[in-house]
């Protein structure tokens, strides 16, 4: 490769400005030219392509958001649109391209690699940490501290009036933030789309734990959960225990923006720089995830299809240390 293009695609994650700027650097380290490509997809097919110098990412590293904006594209699920994207990138001669964003932006960078042979790079950006093939997905950790915060803050209010708080955070397939952002705020329990809820257990655990008045009750429940979020969530106990002062709380966005933590700013910087590595040793659709502290190469194939399991275990920790 001599010519690479770099894009953010699907949801923002904070970190993918840290992504960015490492993919560049490394990329001019290496002697390569490097186009940003504007709001992912859609920029290839409109040829809103320019290009990046060493200066073009300074001071983002501590930034949300993404420098190179973000877009869903429907013309790029089309052949046309993908033929309109390629013939943009021969245009300048770009021969290699690194995606960051999640599994439907991997899905679109396999199909597309499959039909014009352009070696694609996948990096994890998601708050979601729903991809297969890596420990660590750019944005989740920053998503997760956010909610963290939040939810003490919460907490400090339900403990003053005794209320039960319903607290809804992303993850509309996935439950990770919901579960570990339960786990650090000592939530009474976590609904998440993975797991079933006995609702039965969960409203008798919380009336007994209004009779021996147990101050605080949070509960934290993913977007995507089995009873549809929080208000539907709140309903169903309003209905079964009258008695409770139940409110609920919707983080929403919040969780997207902020300036990265320090982990997320280091698994993007070490992915970034890796995934250059990859296009100049010609490894072609892969991501780029850390598995046990090493990387680990995933064909995007793979990254799509599979998804991670949340233990059980953990969802029973959470039961016994919040009684
Ligand atoms: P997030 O996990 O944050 O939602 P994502 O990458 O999964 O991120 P999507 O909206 O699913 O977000 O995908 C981003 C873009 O990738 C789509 O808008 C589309 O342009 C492209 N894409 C997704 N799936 C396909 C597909 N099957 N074929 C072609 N392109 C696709």
Request: glycine letters at 10%.
């Amino acid at each position: 490769v001599t010519k690479i293009g770099v894009l953010t695609s699907g949801g923002d994650a904070p970190g993918m400005n840290a992504a960015v700027r490492a993919v560049v650097r490394t990329g001019i380290y290496h002697g390569l030219e490097v186009f940003g490509i504007i709001r992912g997809y859609s920029g290839m097919i409109d040829d809103d392509i320019i290009p990046m110098d060493s200066r073009s990412v300074a001071n983002i590293i501590q930034r949300g958001g993404t420098i190179l904006k973000t877009a869903r594209c429907k013309e790029f699920f089309e052949h046309e649109g993908r033929k309109k994207a390629f013939e943009n990138l021969k245009k300048k001669g770009i021969d290699g391209l690194v995606i960051i964003g999640g599994d439907g932006s991997f899905r679109g960078a396999q199909k597309f690699s499959n039909e014009f042979d352009i070696p694609c790079i996948g990096l994890p950006g998601t708050i979601d940490k729903d991809i297969a093939g890596t420990d660590f997905t750019i944005g989740f950790d920053t998503a997760v501290n956010t909610a963290v915060d939040a939810i003490d803050k919460i907490r400090d209010t339900a403990d003053a009036h005794d209320r039960l708080f319903i607290v809804e955070v992303m993850g509309r397939d996935a439950g990770y933030i919901a579960l570990h952002s339960g786990i650090a705020t000592g939530a009474e329990n976590i609904l998440i789309p993975e797991s079933k809820t006995d609702m039965e257990e969960l409203v008798h655990s919380l009336t007994e734990k209004e009779k021996r008045k147990k101050l605080v009750n949070l509960v934290v429940v993913a977007e995507g959960d089995e009873f549809g979020g929080a208000n539907e969530v709140a309903a169903v106990i309003k209905k079964r225990i009258p008695q409770a002062d139940v409110r609920v709380c919707i983080l929403g966005h919040i969780q997207r923006g902020g300036s990265p933590t320090c982990l997320d700013r280091l698994i993007a910087s070490r992915m970034g720089y890796h995934a250059v590595e990859c296009l100049l040793t010609g490894k072609h659709n892969v991501m780029v995830g850390i598995v046990n502290n090493n990387l680990y190469y995933t064909p995007l194939d793979n990254a799509i299809k599979a998804k991670q399991k949340i233990s059980e275990e953990w969802l029973k920790i959470v039961k016994i240390l919040a009684s």
